[in-house]
């Protein structure tokens, strides 16, 4: 096999790999937000809330040590 030929297909590997990725990553998404709502769990005020909410979650407290901020 050429080298150029190996760099061809390494490099639309990659690209590819990058699309079953993000493909599986919304697969993901979707299939929770189905199931939740198959099983009655899911409540549409809040997923909408969280969706269109753009500030960060707020902090969750921690007592491991490793994981606090040191004053």
């Known amino acids: 096999v050429p080298v150029a030929g190996m760099a ?15 493909t599986n990553f919304i697969g993901n998404a979707v299939a929770t937000v189905v199931v939740a709502r198959w099983d009655k769990a899911l409540d549409p005020a809040a997923l909408d809330a969280a969706l269109n ?10 007592t491991d040590p490793a994981l606090q901020d040191a004053d």
Do not use: H, N, Q
């Open 8 to 22: 061809l297909i390494l490099g639309v590997d990659r690209f590819m790999s990058e699309c079953r990725s993000l």
């Open 53 to 62: 909410d753009r500030s960060p979650p707020p902090a969750v407290p921690t």
